[in-house]
């Protein structure tokens, strides 16, 4: 989760609403509040269990290797900096070279705590800090992760031109995050396990069916492949893939900063 204060009168989604982006930052916080101590369940429940493989493909596209700086942003409890940590120090042990920095960044601080409890990876380090406004300087990374993130930062574009900025020379970028299914059928199946099952399970299991209706309802207002893809390159990303998972329901985004 990332998110951050935007000037009065921007509006961006909040679910199916349009909000003002200040009060979409205050929403959005309270939702992943809610969520922390749930937040594996989150995921299990959003991606019917299958965000572990979807994050193994996230990873091995990515290609941690030793001695490099890794962001990763709306970093949660650090699912996606542990894969990172553990492949840098395989390839590590294969042929040598320096140890790797994972970065976790989180805008939420329960969401950090909750990672922190779980515990990390020598390589691993966590902070708090903005998806649009990075505590970073420029070009001071070798790559650059949001995984299921992404769609909830009040400015897209902003966070974009962020992971541009930090990144090196020819460092990579890679988003994960749910996207739309490219057959009508499992998009149908899709749509109607996460409408109706979804927030319903959420109440039943965490006591939050608000919080889950919000982020299924974000999932729908997130932009299509083509149309994210397009928004990458309009940050100055070259060489822009995308794969689609699981028929579409998420897709890794990956570009080049070159």
């Known amino acids: 989760m990332t998110d951050t204060a935007q000037p009065a009168g921007k509006t961006s989604s909040f679910g ?10 205050r929403m959005v916080r309270g939702v992943f509040d809610s969520v922390a101590s749930n ?17 193994d493909a996230a990873a091995a596209k990515l ?3 030793p001695g490099e ?58 902070s708090v800090g903005d998806a649009m406004a990075l505590p970073l300087p420029d070009a001071s990374v070798d790559a650059y ?21 930090v990144l090196k020379p020819g460092g990579r970028f890679l988003c994960l995050e749910f996207s739309r ?7 149908k199946a899709y749509d109607a396990w996460s409408f109706h099952a979804i927030p319903r399970i959420g109440g039943w299991v965490a006591g939050d069916r608000d ?23 309009a940050a100055g990303f070259s060489r822009v893939t995308v794969t689609n998972l699981s028929g579409g329901v998420a897709a890794i985004h990956h570009g080049w900063a070159i």
Request: glycine share 8%; hydrophobic share 40%; no cysteine.
């Open 16 to 25: 199916f609403r349009d909000v003002d982006a200040k009060e979409k930052v």
């Open 39 to 55: 937040y594996d369940l989150m995921n299990d429940l959003m991606s019917a269990g299958v965000h572990r493989l979807w994050k």
């Open 145 to 165: 992760s949001i995984s299921f993130g992404i769609r909830n930062v009040a400015d897209i574009p902003q966070a974009l031109a962020e992971a541009r900025r």
């Open 181 to 187: 299914p490219t057959a009508s059928a499992i998009r």
């Open 211 to 233: 919080s889950y209706q919000y982020l299924v309802e974000s999932i729908r207002r997130f932009p299509d492949q083509t149309t994210f893809k397009s928004m990458i390159e």
């Open 69 to 126: 700086t890794i962001l990763d942003v709306a970093g949660g409890t650090g699912d996606m900096a542990r894969r990172y940590a553990k492949m840098a120090r395989a390839a590590q042990e294969r042929r040598g070279g320096a140890d790797a920095s994972v970065i976790v960044l989180d805008y939420n601080a329960e969401m950090i705590m909750a990672g922190v409890e779980k515990g990390g990876e020598p390589e691993m380090s966590w």
């Open 63 to 65: 290609n941690p290797r």
